[in-house]
């Protein structure tokens, strides 16, 4: 059996060696390093493959988001509401503009920001919500923009997991997540579904004036050479990630597959156990693109579990264990307890196998098996 990874990105990558090294080689020659055509060229695919107007790359997924914010135009003092389960850049970049952020709980199926929270969390001072689409599944987008237009609040979507996943709206069509709210952000890091060779994210957004206002904030704020309007960033995706993501994202549709293929077996081998709860997901198979496939342990064993999975040689993840409400950078006193029993649970009874687009049969057996003789099964 080849050795278990939690993501295993040097399989991937033999499959796209050629092109990769190709193009690695022809930026070298052009020495065009930054802004060159493979930026551009990415840009206008990624586009196309999202249905987008437009995409705005740039250094990291953490700046993504900061300069979606930067570009609303969220002044300090704005409250800004976002999941208390997920990954610590997005509350970070709230803080770090002097936004409020604003923690609520989530759904204990999905995972995902509960509308029912947010609706209680907004004041006088809200300005916008951040659904993050956690572990490769959207949150509920309906009811988030029928709350952001009720309020009249921007809404950021946080799509650094779930990039090429889709949300059934109830309003009869299939969006892209990342392609709902005012403005997107996502993230390239290696190990995300579609994954640079080093670091790299994305702003998209659907709002020409935004996008235009945006292009000049990545750009140490200029519209025009030498000529300052606003504070900016310098915040930039280089060519060589470009070429990187040019050769995986024709792959992307393939890749999602993969994972979902992979999650469809370890659900088979664990439904009906009644200490594993599978991840949930909606009934059509492309809305949930598996960036991780996480099992809630209900009996109150999982670190034992973990424990076990480390003796074995099976690599795990806790996404998260600890809850951003009671991160010390985080700590505010507007935040109670009973505010939020979902996430206080979910932070003892995640786990996350691995998952990748790689796993094969004989790794998949392995590790239920390991698992379901944990249990005893
Ligand atoms: C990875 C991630 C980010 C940050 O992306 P970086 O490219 O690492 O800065 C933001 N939000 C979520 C939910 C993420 O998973």
Known sequence: MKKIQMVDLKVQYESIKDQVNRSFEEIIDSTAFINGPEVQKFQKELENYLGVKHVIPCANGTDALQIAMMG????????????????????????????????????????????????????????AIVPVHLFGQAANMDAIMEIAKEHNLNVIEDNAQAIGGNFH????????????????????????????????????TNNDKLAHTIRGIVNHGMYERYHHDVVGVNSRLDSL????????????????????????????????????QIPKREEDRDAHVFHQYTLKI?????????KHLQEKNIPFGIYYPIP???????????YKEADFPVTNTLVKEVISL?????????????????????FNM
Do not use: W
């Open 72 to 127: 609303l135009g969220l002044k300090p003092g704005d409250e800004v509401i976002t999941a208390d389960f997920t990954f610590a850049a997005t509350v970070e970049v709230i803080a770090l503009l002097q936004l409020t952020p604003v923690l609520v709980d989530v759904e204990p199926d999905t995972f995902n920001i509960d509308p029912e929270a947010i609706k209680k969390a907004i004041t006088s001072k809200t300005k």
């Open 169 to 204: 709206s109830i309003d009869g069509n299939v969006y892209k997540t990342g392609t709902m709210g005012d403005v997107s952000a996502t993230s390239f890091f290696p190990s995300k579904n579609l994954g640079c060779y080093g670091d790299g994210g994305a702003i998209f």
């Open 241 to 276: 990630q470009a070429a990187v993501l040019r050769a995986k994202l024709p792959l992307l549709d393939t890749y999602n597959d993969a994972r979902q293929k992979a999650a469809d077996k370890y659900d088979e081998a664990f439904k009906g156990q009644s200490d594993i």
């Open 298 to 306: 209900t009996n109150g064993k999982r670190d034992e579990l973990a």
């Open 324 to 334: 951003l409400h009671l991160q010390k950078a985080y700590v505010d006193e507007r």
């Open 354 to 374: 691995p998952m990748h687009t790689e796993l094969d049969d004989e790794q998949i057996t392995y590790i239920t098996r390991t698992i379901k003789e944990f």
